[in-house]
């Protein structure tokens, strides 16, 4: 039987599981800036979900802002390290290790998603997951998103270099139609999260509620 060799995208659990395997912190331990400049929107007590929350950084920080947090991953060695940092700063989150179309989502549970550089996702596997992000908000519950605009393929200093997995301020818009949008902006900046998301990076960022 022929078949074609696997890819970032068609093993990812094994791409991103040896990525993780070194000791450092591939993205860093502190939270994705964006996520850290607008998480006010959430209030201690409430429930969010990390997505595809790789090594922790995010959920373990929105834990310790006093949230209480679910958090899923497909890398095992990912989530290993996630749970390590989480004991590290004496917090706790609910992780697990799964794709992100088997995660069980339950149905407007959330008041908030923070979904940081989720930009594996093809357009068909991009459409399911912000049909996902959006069931399982409640009325009134936030989504914080922040990736990477197609000018990023000129600075090559993270994300995938696939155009169709990046995120255009005028696609978002549309996806996000039946969204209130609080804030969306394409911007570039200088990140310094960790060596896989580092230097000069053409970022967008979105906040916005279900309705
Ligand atoms: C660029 S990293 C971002 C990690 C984290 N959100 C952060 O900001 O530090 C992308 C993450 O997506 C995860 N991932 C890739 N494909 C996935 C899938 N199909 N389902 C769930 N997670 C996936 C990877 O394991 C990795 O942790």
């Not at 049909?131 to 600075?155: M, N, R």
């Amino acid at each position: 039987m022929n078949s074609l060799p696997p890819t970032p995208f068609t093993d990812a659990a094994d791409t991103w599981n040896r990525r993780f395997e070194a000791e450092a912190y591939c993205f860093g331990t502190e939270p994705n800036a964006w996520l850290r400049e607008h998480a006010g929107v959430w209030q201690p007590g409430q429930r969010v979900l990390c997505v595809a929350d790789g090594e922790g950084r995010n959920s373990v920080w929105l834990a310790g802002q006093g949230l209480r947090v679910d958090a899923f991953d497909v890398a095992s060695v990912g989530v290993a390290k996630a749970r390590a940092l989480a004991e590290k700063n004496g917090v706790s989150v609910n992780f697990s290790v799964t794709d992100c179309d088997a995660y069980l989502w339950p149905q407007s549970a959330y008041d908030g998603v923070a979904a940081i550089f989720v930009q594996f996702a093809d357009p068909a596997m991009r459409e399911r997951l912000f049909a996902h992000i959006k069931h399982c908000l409640k009325p009134g519950g936030t989504l914080l998103l922040q990736g990477y605009t197609p000018k990023q393929l000129d600075y090559k200093t993270g994300g995938p270099p696939q155009v169709t997995h990046l995120y255009t301020e005028a696609m978002l818009r549309e996806a996000f139609a039946d969204f209130e949008v609080i804030e969306l902006h394409e911007y570039e900046a200088e990140l310094t999260e960790g060596d896989h998301h580092h230097g000069r990076s053409a970022l967008i960022g979105l906040v916005a509620r279900r309705r």
